[in-house]
Each structure stands twice: as C-alpha cells, then as structure tokens.
C-alpha cells in the first residue's frame, strides 16, 4: 500500500502540481526562476518533502491589494505553493466527500458562481425581510490550526503526512 506521502512526493504528482502553479503565473518572477531550473528543482522538492516535518518551508511575502478593500496578503514562495498543491491533489479526494454540500469555496464544480446560484434559489423560497452581508475580519487567524490538524490527522487513512502538514501550519501560523 502506497502512503499519502509517496503520493504527494510522486513524480508525475510533482510535475502536475508544478503545472497547476504556473497557470497564470508564467511573468511572474518566481515562476520563472523555478521554471528555468525545474528539472533540478523537481528533484529537490522531493528529496525536501520526504523529510516531513523536517521540509524548510520559506518566508511569506507580504503585500497590499485593494479589491474593494484594502487586505494585507501573505504569498508562499512559488516553490513553496508546487508543495501546497502537491498535498492538495493528494488530499482532496479524500477530504471533498466530508464537506456539506454547501461549501462552496475550493472546491471543483463549486466556487463564488455556485454560491450565488444557490444564494439566489435560498432567497426565492425564503422570505427576503432579512438580508446579512458578512466579511469576518482576520478569520483565518481565528482558526485553532491544532484543532484543524487533529480532525484532519482523523480524516487521513494512513499518518505519513502529519509531520508535513503540521510543519506547513506551524509556518503559515508565524507568518500571519
């Protein structure tokens, strides 16, 4: 039996992830520096990712975008995001079935579009006396990782990623 961390280190899972990352990406200069050295990188990553919690995940930039507000944004070094979403199709298979069905974010087939469709359909059945327009300031931060990572670790069918990802949440948790 394969483990969930053969999986993320896969080759082939490498490569694709690194593919997802650059759509969109490719004048970027992160992107750029890996892609001109992607063949020796992919190597490395690997090597990095088997070392679990031992994997040195890189400092966060930080920066400002206004869309309409002002929001303080922290991007993981693009090598660092190959990594995220290396995890990311490993996981979501497993993961995706245990959502309800009205979790709409990052997920494939649903998104903002999808929840304004079943917005829409909640307000033709349901009296409209009451509408809630909602933006939770710094919810991210208001997450308990540990108690995030305790119910993942429960959800994962074998423990060889939990370093890793508890190496990933520790970092994102100090950069924020």
Not at 17 to 25: D, E, N, S, T
Not at 89 to 107: E, G, K
Not at 132 to 156: C, E, G, H, P, T
């Amino acid at each position: 039996m394969r483990t969930l961390l053969a999986e993320v280190t896969d080759l082939e899972n490498l490569n694709l992830a690194f593919y997802q990352c650059l759509r969109g990406k490719r004048t970027a200069m992160g992107a750029q520096k890996v892609f001109r050295h992607w063949d020796k990188l992919l190597f490395s990553l690997q090597e990095n990712l088997l070392l679990g919690d031992g994997y040195p995940w890189g400092q966060y930039r930080k920066f400002f975008v206004s869309d309409p507000k002002r929001r303080l944004i922290s991007a993981a070094p693009f090598i660092d995001r190959v990594a995220h979403r290396a995890i990311h199709n490993t996981l979501y298979p497993l993961i995706d079935p245990i959502f309800i069905p009205t979790t709409f974010a990052c997920r494939e087939g649903k998104g903002n579009g999808r929840a304004v469709i079943f917005l829409r359909k909640l307000l033709k059945e349901y009296p409209k006396d009451y509408i809630l327009k909602l933006d939770v300031k710094k919810f991210f931060n208001s997450i308990n990782q540990y108690i995030l990572f305790r119910k993942l670790a429960r959800a994962l069918p074998d423990k060889s990623l939990l370093g890793l990802i508890l190496g990933l949440l520790t970092d994102v948790t100090q950069n924020y």
